[in-house]
């Protein structure tokens, strides 16, 4: 395995809920994708609709399942018909609670850590501690709702030594994930609505998705 290899940006393609987006995500080589089991989002799949997108994962590409403030019974449902890989969550989990919900499934979780505008960098420090089970933290700007608000956040604020289990979100797109990849280091990006057609939550613009991957490997050559 090459250097470079070793240090390539992975890059998770969120909020999928159409077939032809999970396999234009394969196609371009995403090394995750998202799929959103919070109902009050725009992009929130059903269990039946999430079984039919998880045929087009193929293996080696995980299926990553965010859920916010899911309820065990609700995790249970999903993860025993639905293929995921790993758990994303994303609402006031505990560590406790998160422990719960992963060994209901028996999956990895990632932990999203909604950072606001009066964060410090103590915070997330702090904050990634309590989840150290956790398989990754997900660094996500804080808004309204949960998730895939388009916003980012002071990435100054992100230790270095976080960088290697950091899951860089919050606000991504073409335009800035560049630069994003240059100051963080994150091990992988995550973006949703950065490369969603205007206007239409959860639906996902080809041309976006294929810039933002370029993106992010001419980030990595750099």
């Keep these: 395995m090459s250097e470079r290899d070793l240090h390539r940006t992975r890059i998770k393609l969120c909020g999928l809920s159409r077939a ?7 196609t371009l080589g995403a090394d995750a994708v998202g799929f ?7 992009r929130s799949v059903s269990v039946a609709q999430a079984v039919e997108l998880a045929r087009h994962v193929p293996p080696l590409v995980s299926a990553v399942g965010l859920f916010v403030n899911a309820t065990p019974e ?57 989840f150290a089970d956790a398989g990754g933290i997900l660094l996500d700007a804080f808004v309204e709702g949960f998730g ?11 230790p270095t030594d ?19 990849i240059r100051r963080v280091r994150p091990f992988a990006v995550d973006v949703s609505s950065g490369i969603e057609t205007p206007g239409a939550k959860g639906v996902k613009d080809p041309a976006r998705m294929v810039a933002f991957v370029r993106a992010v490997r001419e980030a990595d050559a750099n």
């Design 20 to 26: 032809e987006d999970v396999r234009h995500a394969v």
């Design 36 to 42: 959103v089991f919070y109902p009050p989002s725009p």
């Design 74 to 130: 609700w995790v249970r449902e999903v993860t025993s018909n639905v293929p995921l890989s790993i758990l994303q969550f994303h609402g006031d989990e505990t560590p406790e609670q998160c422990a719960e919900l992963a060994a209901i499934a028996g999956l990895p979780y990632w932990r999203a850590l909604r950072i606001g505008p009066d964060a410090a960098t103590s915070d997330l420090i702090e904050s990634s501690l309590k």
């Design 148 to 158: 895939g608000g388009g916003k980012i956040f002071d990435w100054s604020l992100i």
């Design 162 to 180: 976080l960088g290697h289990r950091a899951v860089l979100s919050g606000g991504l797109n073409t335009q800035n994930v560049s630069e994003a």
